[in-house]
């Protein structure tokens, strides 16, 4: 059933989606953070990641190279993957570049510091 659904097994999944195509992904996240990108940047990458995806679980691993509902499963999770590490950088950076301005409200926020004022 699973198998179906992935359109490979379950450790290839893991192997390939989660270790391999989510590490590109979650440098895929921070590199675009990290050079002030819009977040929806992170769609189209994700979408060209999980096609190299698809390719790799199908040439290495003897998984259904065209399996849509496989497909939309690694684009969902390789994207997933890419918006948190862009949240991270993006609340790293925002603390740490302006320490006087911003504090960590969480692990992918921030908020402005006690008795700082913006200009109107």
Known sequence: MLTEILG???SDFIGVTIVIF???AFMTGQALAGTWRPIWQMV???FLL???NRF???S???GELLAPIGFAVDALVIIAIG???YRLMLAHRMTTQYP?????AGLLSWRMREGVTTPR
């Open 100 to 104: 006087w301005l911003y504090e960590r």
């Open 44 to 46: 189209p990458y994700g």
């Open 50 to 52: 999980a096609a190299a």
């Open 60 to 62: 290495l691993f003897h």
């Open 56 to 58: 790799f679980s199908w």
């Open 22 to 24: 989510g590490g590109a």
């Open 8 to 10: 490979s097994s379950l």
């Open 83 to 85: 918006v948190l590490a």
